[in-house]
């Protein structure tokens, strides 16, 4: 088993920026990929970022590239995501995922994560 726990999220004036961070506990964690989503209410979760084990390449959502930063620790202990010039339209639930059960050349899909950690509330205010 796997726990992943989000912090940091909270409220923000449009431009300005927030840290989250997700921390991992549980069975050696060694992921194929770690990432970020995104749900807005009344919408489907989206993917935001992710960095893959192979080759430790990130990859971001075009509608956050050049505004997020995704980061790790050495080990996979934790990850972060730095939003920087946030826009109203970030305003989400904000979910750290882990993908440790099997390879998989995706991963901007939800479904290719087999751990969720509870979210953290994003509201950026206009």
């Known amino acids: 088993q796997v726990q992943l726990v989000e912090s940091g999220g909270g409220l923000v004036q449009a431009g300005g920026s927030l840290r989250l961070s997700c921390a991992a506990s549980?069975?050696?964690?060694?992921?194929?990929?770690m990432g970020w989503f995104r749900q807005a209410p009344g919408k489907e979760r989206e993917f935001v970022a992710a960095?893959?084990?192979?080759?430790?390449?990130?990859y971001y959502a075009d509608s956050v590239k050049g505004r997020f930063t995704m980061s790790r620790d050495n080990g996979w202990n934790k990850v972060y995501l730095q939003m920087n010039s946030l826009k109203p339209e970030d305003t989400a639930v904000y979910y750290c995922?882990?993908?440790?059960?099997?390879?998989?050349?995706?991963?901007?899909?939800?479904?290719?994560?087999?751990?969720w950690g509870q979210g953290t509330q994003v509201t950026v205010s206009s």
């Open positions: 995922a882990a993908d440790v059960e099997y390879y998989s050349l995706t991963y901007d899909s939800p479904r290719v994560y087999d751990y």
């Open positions: 960095i893959r084990r192979a080759g430790y390449n990130t």
């Open positions: 549980g069975r050696t964690l060694s992921p194929y990929a």
